[in-house]
């Protein structure tokens, strides 16, 4: 039994596909494909799939991963290949390959953030954000692994990589706490942002870029 991981992106109009519809995609895929895929025993059988981190509605990311069994040998190619004849734009698998890292390596992942309003330009943008990331503290509402509410001082949880502005948007590089420890939502950060500055006109666009494992490499 060989284990196969597969990574794709998931850009345009399939970000706003959920996580439960992505996998129930992804099952019929799979089966689309032709691969030799393992699949559960019963009378409802389906694949065994292990997605690394479940992408927020509405993010693009081009590091999305999957994981299943296949019960022949079978080249990766030939896998990614099958996978893409029968996936719509959008989902794209860039690469598969046996799996290096477990899910539980995890703890951080970067973003990109491009944030674009009608009535200010992306230098009054950059500094509405210098003033507001200048305070000492940034308490935001959170709801911790129990559902409960909980209130989190989140300026030393997100790393600002670099900020820049391109094209009339302001451009955001963030790097966030990920895995089974910690997971942190970038919206935090933006809505308390655009909350602050008083935007109400904005367009965001979020994007992964990366999954970072204990040892700093990327997930593969």
Not at 187 to 196: P, Q
Request: with cysteine; charged share 30%; glycine share 2%.
């Amino acid at each position: 039994m060989n284990k196969i991981r597969v990574q794709f992106t998931k850009v345009g109009r399939v970000s706003y596909m959920s996580h439960l519809d992505l996998n129930r995609f992804m099952q019929r895929a799979l089966r689309r494909s032709n691969l030799p895929i393992k699949y559960t025993e019963g009378f409802n059988p389906h694949a065994y799939l292990t997605f690394a981190l479940p992408l927020s509605l509405g993010f693009e990311s081009k590091v999305e991963t999957m994981d299943f069994k296949l019960t022949e040998d079978i080249s990766p190619e030939i896998v990614k290949d099958r996978l893409n004849a029968v996936l719509p734009d959008g989902l794209k698998v860039v690469s598969a390959a046996p799996p290096v890292h477990s899910n539980t390596d995890i703890i951080a992942s970067e973003y990109t953030v491009r944030i674009k309003s009608k009535s200010l330009n992306s230098s009054e943008l950059e500094s509405k954000f210098d003033v507001f990331y200048s305070q000492d503290e940034l308490i935001a509402e959170k709801f911790n692994k129990k559902k409960k509410q909980i209130f989190v001082d989140i300026k030393p949880v997100f790393e600002i990589m670099t900020k820049y502005e391109i094209n009339d948007e302001f451009v955001l590089k963030i790097k966030a706490p990920s895995g089974n420890e910690k997971n942190y939502n970038p919206n935090l950060l933006v809505d308390m942002f655009i909350k602050h500055a008083e935007i109400s006109d904005e367009t965001v666009k979020i994007e992964r870029n990366r999954i970072i494992c204990s040892d700093n490499s990327d997930f593969l």
